[in-house]
């Protein structure tokens, strides 16, 4: 999608609060006991309160509203009986359909205690995504921003995963441009152009490089030896004043 107008830019803006605030309210929530299903609900009921349809289930057919996934599982866990412990490494994914825009965001989230190292690795991805976002503005290369990241990722001691990509959203869940790498990727050779949307998801870890389907449900990623991995996402606009963050819960 390319925004075009104010009004457009404003109805993404809602969606954007909106799951934003969802994910907030999750990662509120997550307390040891908490099963993946209730905490699940909690997203589903704000989500359709704001009049909003949860995106994965309306796109895919996912088993949820929300993605949870507790590590060593990094991406599109489904809900379900499993209860969250002091310790877990818990990312919560939330993207959702208000008024024909899409909005997407992501977080992970550390339940006490952890070890300094994953605390590290949490502080360190929000670093990771805002050092991306600040490289995006028309004109600029749309991997422009996964080279930031590296080179962040790169001079802290971490790895990145790379079969795990940003997107184009907006009018769909996920729609051109498709697979935008959040590392260096020499043969990316696309431009970022005036208003357009996408994500921004790097997924930095303590040396995973690949994730592969956990088990047999069909939905759920992990890294090959359980490496703590996390992931942060953003919705944004690409404009010359600066990248929109829509994303935001304020």
């Known amino acids: 999608m390319t925004i075009g107008s104010e009004d457009d830019l404003e109805k993404l803006k809602a969606a954007g609060r909106l799951v934003a605030r969802t994910l907030k309210a999750m990662g509120e929530a997550l307390e040891p006991g908490i099963t993946t299903r209730d905490l699940d609900g909690l997203g589903r009921t704000m989500l359709e309160a704001g009049g ?18 507790v590590g060593p599982d990094v991406a599109h866990g489904v809900p379900g009986e499993r209860r969250i412990e002091a310790g877990d490494l818990v990312n919560i994914d939330v993207s959702a359909e208000l008024d024909g825009f899409f909005g997407d965001t992501g977080a992970s989230f550390a339940v006490p205690p952890v070890s300094r190292r994953v605390e590290r690795l949490c502080r360190d991805g929000r670093r990771a995504l805002w050092t991306g976002i600040r490289a995006v503005r028309p004109g600029a290369a749309l991997g422009e921003p996964g080279r930031q990241i590296e080179a962040f990722a790169r001079r802290n001691g971490y790895s990145l995963v790379r079969n795990l990509a940003s997107h184009g959203v907006g009018a769909a869940l996920h729609e051109e441009p498709t697979e935008i790498p959040t590392w260096r990727e020499p043969g990316e050779r696309r431009r970022i152009t005036e208003g357009l949307v996408f994500t921004l998801e790097p997924f930095l870890s303590l040396g995973a490089d690949w994730v592969e389907e956990a088990n047999d449900d069909g939905w759920t990623l992990r890294p090959p030896r359980g490496e703590p991995t996390v992931q942060y996402e953003h919705t944004l606009v690409a404009k010359r004043r600066g990248p929109v963050v829509v994303t935001l819960a304020e």
């Not at 349809?53 to 949870?68: D, K, M, Q, V, W």
């Open 52 to 69: 909003a349809r949860p995106a994965p289930e309306l796109t895919y057919g996912f088993p949820g509203a929300t993605c949870i996934s």
